[in-house]
């Protein structure tokens, strides 16, 4: 059987600049040429605006599928953003799986580091913004084309043009995008006791555990 993974298109990193009004936002990230180093809180020389619902040891690197930018593509034909990595803001540019295929608890290896899927991208207000559309979040939460976030478990190195192999799968039955139809996407009203269940993982970041409680209520 072959070893599930995905090919990484770039990484990227970026640093605050001003955004709109007196927001501040690091959504902008360049590709990196060479090695990046990855520590606890993620890529060396990125850095996040909003450190309340950014950045973190359960938001340390963001991946967005490479995979999808045809789709957005075909809706957005005149969005330059789509013409290379990082519109959506993501550290990894990957190729291969999306949130349908990617489990929460994954384990992939980024170079020499190894990373958990801690849990889905919530977007927010600033990709509307990005893209001068009222639309995208929206179509996220949708379709749960959202990215997704991941813990550092080793600290290493890894560069663009190398691959991200799956070491370890607890949880095949959860899915990124299921947990995010889940507590996202109101998918929790048809399965309330898959979100008591997500409420007492500890794989799952703790924002999204406060989350699957409420919901579960």
Known sequence: MTTPSMTIDALLVGTPVPFRG???????????DGPVRITWDGFERDAVAD????????????????DHYGWWRERK??????DAPGAFGENIASRGLTETDI????????GSAIVEVSHGRQPCWKLDHRFGARDIMATIVKTARSGLYFRVLREGEAQAGTRMDLL?????DW??????????????????EAVQ???????????????ASKLAG
Not at 22 to 32: G, R, T
Not at 52 to 66: E, V
Not at 103 to 110: A, E
């Open 175 to 192: 899915s990124i995008a299921r947990v995010f139809h889940l507590l996202i996407g109101s998918g929790h009203k048809r399965e309330p």
């Open 168 to 172: 370890d799968r607890p949880l095949p």
């Open 22 to 32: 007196e927001d501040y936002s690091a959504i902008a990230k360049q590709p990196v």
């Open 103 to 110: 489990c929460l608890g994954d384990r992939f290896s980024l």
């Open 77 to 82: 034909p005149d969005q330059s953003l789509l």
């Open 51 to 66: 450190r309340i619902h950014h950045g973190g040891w359960d938001k340390a690197i963001h991946l967005y599928p490479q």
């Open 197 to 211: 269940a997500l409420a007492t993982m500890p794989v799952l970041a703790e924002a999204w555990r406060e989350r």
